[in-house]
């Protein structure tokens, strides 16, 4: 528990504190891959998490959507939405994807940022991420995990709070029966077969690579512990100052993603196809784990998914329980 608190601290710390935080990373002007249009581009300084999560930025890229609605995106990518949101903060830049966990986190500590879209919300019947143990471990029920070692990205995150606040709960468990650590997507794989953790909890398309393999299952998708409304899992944020000053660009940025996100669905291998050389996953595993992902085609943000949301991040005391993220949320279409 208590290196949980220091995480969330670093969290809190890192969203709160000045940094300029795109020259750090390097920005990529993504507008590059198009030739210029007779039409005045406006630029806007944008990061993704490097995931399939990205995916509809890189399509609207490469479809030519944003440069359709007079808007050059300046791409950053950033590991993690804590820095990200941090980014924005600070004015280094104008808009990021962000998970809901930094989001609410920034938010509720007075930052003055705008979540525009949830793109991504999660529900009963996409596998976006769950628990996966070896074969060989003995563990057949979520039960059995008491006493274990379970690894999740980071301390504080989604797979986390989920975990504390939800499934061991439904157990009669408490967080101190199990043993929770921090283990990185990209190594969970190899923690899990040296046997370093008894179970992990990756998200897509990390999911899938675990499943691939032979010796490994999924001991749960966790799908029966979401509620009606599901949870909100990633957004696109931007500076206030800079959604009050640009509202017709605000709209445009709504277009162009919602137009990338019907690409998507009506093609999803297609989609991943395309931008694959943006994508840090082998093809097969991104055509894979592609279908997974929840894609809310129309941005809105839904009430009940965010109420959900709170009263999990409250239960983990991450929020102040008068907490309410309403007041940061804008429709794009208005």
Known sequence: MHKMINSIRSITQLLLAPALVAGIFGIWNAGAAHAQSDKKLTPIRLSVIPLLTA???????????FHEEGI??????????????QAVMSGSLDAAESG????????????KIANVCTFIIMDKKHVLHGIVVRKDSGIKTLADLKDKTIGVHTLGSIEDIRLRAEVLPSLGLKPSDVRIVEVPFSVMEGSLKLKRVDAVMPFQPFLQALLND???????????FVPSGGFPIDTYIFAQSFVEKNPKLIAGFDRAIKKSIK??????QKAVELVT????????LSKQAIGSIPFNENCKHD??????????MK????????????SFLRDLSQ
């Open 315 to 326: 239960a983990a005391s991450l929020i102040p329980k008068d907490y309410s993220p309403n």
């Open 55 to 65: 995916t509809p930025i890189y399509i609207g890229i490469k479809n030519g959507y």
């Open 214 to 224: 032979s010796n490994n299952a999924l001991l749960s998708d966790l799908n029966s």
């Open 263 to 268: 690409f998507i669905q009506a093609d999803p």
């Open 303 to 312: 009430a009940a998914s965010y109420k959900n949301f709170s009263d999990l």
């Open 72 to 85: 050059e995106i300046q791409l950053t990518k950033i590991e993690g939405g804590a820095p990200a949101s």
């Open 277 to 284: 050389d943006s994508l840090r996953f082998p093809l097969a």
């Open 100 to 111: 809901s966990v930094p989001f609410m986190i920034a938010t509720a500590r007075g930052a």
